[in-house]
Nanobody, 121 residues
Framework: QVQPVESGGGLVQAGGSLRLSCAVS????????MAWFRQAPGKERESVAR????????YYADSVKGRFTISRDNAKNTVYLQMNSLKPEDAAVYYC??????????????WGQGTQVTVSS
């Protein structure tokens, strides 16, 4: 069973940067696409970035395009999210997960605890 563990969140001023990390235990990391999601209070969890198993292709939600960069290191079973030019609306709990391409990038059922990102204006 795979288990994501997110880290790197914190409090940052608007315009600042953070780099999130997600280490995944268990087998299969290098065979699957990975995605970062976020959930703000009172809102549904949304996907913000995705990367293919080999890092060759990425996808970004319009709201973060040009500001966030997803990357992965399969040797370390880790995926990253570099977040620049942060805005107050980026504040949320951020999660990562494996996603299944065949099913339309449905996330795996096991979630980590997430990492809180707070952006002050």
């Amino acid at each position: 069973q795979v288990q994501p563990v997110e880290s790197g969140g914190g409090l940052v001023q608007a315009g600042g940067s953070l780099r999130l990390s997600c280490a995944v235990s268990g087998r299969g990391f290098s065979s699957y696409a990975m995605a970062w999601f976020r959930q703000a209070p009172g809102k549904e969890r949304e996907s913000v970035a995705r990367i293919t198993w080999d890092g060759g292709s990425t996808y970004y939600a319009d709201s973060v395009k040009g500001r966030f960069t997803i990357s992965r290191d399969n040797a370390k079973n880790t995926v990253y999210l570099q977040m620049n030019s942060l805005k107050p609306e980026d504040a949320a709990v951020y999660y990562c997960n494996l996603v299944d391409y065949v099913s339309g990038y449905v996330p795996f059922p096991t979630w980590g605890q997430g990492t809180q990102v707070t952006v002050s204006s």
